[in-house]
T-cell receptor
Framework: DADVTQTPRNRITKTGKRIMLECSQT?????MYWYRQDPGLGLRLIYY???????NKGEISDGYSVSRQAQAKFSLSLESAIPNQTALYFC?????????????????FGPGTRLTVL | QQQVKQSPQSLIVQKGGISIINCAYE??????FPWYQQFPGKGPALLIA?????SEKKEGRFTISFNKSAKQFSLHIMDSQPGDSATYFC????????????FGSGTKLNVKP
């Protein structure tokens, strides 16, 4: 979906290096997410943010950090990359329903970043 | 602990056949169950979704069947086509403390011509 962009699309790095993956969206959504995808494990949530001042850990946040620089930008950092962080990383966005108790918001995913840590 | 369990991991179906993918969940706080479709090199995209107040939802060749008492839901693809070959993810979401998505492990569907 061109409304959610990720950079870079592919990245090869070495163990111990710090890297940043960036996500931008033009959908005007307030919620943003970072997932990693591994074969046989599906999508696992790393971090999520419900607005600029709200950052929450997901299932697998160890070794990662995030920054919500603006409503439209959400960056994921690997402080010291290790080989088992080799995966496909997706950013996603959604909009809080006007009835905050409802949970039917659709997530829109970016095209993904393929990260290889040697 | 995996919140949503999906099976099978892979599926091969002949063109025109029916593809069936199953998911199960434990948490009764979930109240929204989407299916996402992912083509190679692309991000997942919403295909169809259901809330537990109905037992079935149909959109074209795609149908979700929902069994609230068994805490199971499934995706049926009728008249499967080679263009349906993709990876499919089920997911679940709830309100309050569970107001984020939990995804199944994915099913890679291959529809043979």
């Amino acid at each position: 979906d061109a409304d959610v962009t990720q950079t870079p699309r592919n990245r090869i790095t070495k163990t111990g290096k710090r890297i940043m993956l960036e996500c931008s969206q033009t959908k005007g959504h307030d919620r943003m997410y970072w997932y990693r995808q591994d074969p046989g494990l599906g999508l696992r949530l790393i971090y999520y943010s419900f607005d600029v001042k709200d950052i929450n850990k997901g299932e697998i946040s160890d070794g990662y950090s995030v920054s919500r620089q603006a409503q439209a930008k959400f960056s994921l950092s690997l402080e010291s990359a290790i080989p088992n962080q080799t995966a496909l990383y997706f950013c996603a966005t959604s909009q809080t329903h006007r009835d905050r108790d409802r949970s039917t918001d659709t997530q829109y995913f970016g095209p993904g970043t393929r990260l290889t840590v040697l | 602990q995996q919140q949503v369990k999906q099976s099978p991991q892979s599926l091969i179906v002949q063109k025109g056949g029916i593809s069936i993918i199953n998911c199960a969940y434990e948490n009764t706080a979930f109240d929204y169950f989407p299916w996402y479709q992912q083509f190679p090199g692309k991000g997942p995209a919403l295909l169809i979704a259901i809330r537990p107040d109905v037992s079935e939802k149909k959109e074209g060749r795609f149908t979700i069947s929902f069994n609230k008492s068994a805490k199971q839901f499934s995706l049926h693809i009728m008249d499967s086509q080679p263009g349906d070959s993709a990876t499919y993810f089920c997911a679940a979401k709830g309100a309050y403390n569970f107001n984020k998505f939990y995804f199944g492990s994915g099913t890679k569907l291959n529809v043979k011509p």
